[in-house]
C-alpha cells in the first residue's frame, strides 16, 4: 500500500485536475495569459510601450477597430506577475464557469468587459470635449481583464448562500466602491461598472441552483483530505 501523505498528494492532484478540466475556458484563457506574458517580458521596452498603446481600449483605438482592440486587450497582462491571476481566475472565474457553464459565464465576461470599458472611455470623451482633461487621455494605455474580473465577482454572488452572499456582495461594493472617492481615473469608474453589470446578470442565474456555501465545501474538502 502507498504511503499516506502520496495517498493524500494523489487526491489532492486528482481533485485539482478535476477542477481545472470543470471550467475548460477559464483556464485555456489563463494559458493564453501565461503564454503572453512570457512573449511580453521578452519585448524591448519601447517596443513594449507601442504594443501596449496598439492593443489597448482607448479612445484613438476603439474609434478605429473596437473589435480587435476589446478581444486582444482581454489577452495581455500590462506588467506585474502572472500567478495573481491563477489565483483571482480560480476563486471567481472558474466557480462561475462551472456554475452558470461556459456559455453563460463567456455572456458575463464579455457584458463586463465591454460595457465597463465603453462607459468609462465615454467619461474620457466627455471630459476631453469639455476641456475638463486633457486630448492625450485618449492615448492612455488601458489593457488587460480586470473588468471581466469584477463582473465575474459581481455574478457570483448569486451562487453563494445566505447570509454569506451579502456579507460578500457588501464587501465588493465597498472595495470598488471606495475607490470612486477621492483622485480617481477611468479605471476606477470601470471595475465599478463591471461589478454592477456582473449583478445585473443575475437573470442568467434563475435556472442555475445557488446554494454553495463557501464554510461547507472547504469542510468536505478537507475531510476528503484526511480520510484518504
Request: proline share 5%; aromatic share 14%.
Amino acid at each position: 500500500m502507498s504511503h499516506p501523505v502520496v495517498r493524500r498528494l494523489q487526491t489532492l492532484a486528482e481533485t485539482v485536475l478535476a477542477y481545472v478540466r470543470s471550467a475548460p475556458g477559464t483556464y485555456a484563457w489563463l494559458a493564453i495569459l501565461l503564454v503572453n506574458t512570457i512573449i511580453m517580458d521578452h519585448f524591448d521596452p519601447r517596443f513594449r510601450y507601442h504594443f501596449v498603446l496598439h492593443h489597448s481600449t482607448n479612445l484613438r483605438e476603439l474609434s478605429h477597430d473596437p473589435i480587435r482592440v476589446l478581444i486582444s486587450s482581454a489577452l495581455w497582462l500590462d506588467g506585474g506577475h502572472w500567478w495573481p491571476y491563477l489565483i483571482l481566475y480560480s476563486l471567481f472565474h472558474a466557480p462561475v464557469e462551472r456554475w452558470l457553464g461556459s456559455a453563460r459565464w463567456l455572456l458575463v465576461v464579455v457584458i463586463s468587459h465591454v460595457g465597463a470599458t465603453y462607459l468609462s472611455q465615454s467619461v474620457v470623451y466627455f471630459n476631453i470635449s469639455h476641456g475638463s482633461a486633457p486630448a492625450s487621455d485618449a492615448f492612455v494605455p488601458d489593457i488587460g481583464v480586470s473588468y471581466a474580473l469584477a463582473g465575474a465577482e459581481g455574478v457570483l454572488t448569486y451562487l453563494i448562500a445566505a447570509p454569506w452572499r451579502y456579507f460578500y456582495a457588501a464587501a465588493l461594493v465597498l472595495y470598488y466602491g471606495m475607490s470612486l472617492f477621492g483622485d480617481t481615473d477611468f479605471t476606477d469608474l470601470g471595475h465599478f461598472t463591471a461589478l454592477l453589470l456582473g449583478l445585473a446578470c443575475y437573470p442568467l442565474t434563475r435556472a442555475r441552483a445557488s446554494s454553495w456555501d463557501p464554510m461547507l465545501s472547504l469542510r468536505s474538502v478537507w475531510t476528503r483530505l484526511r480520510s484518504n
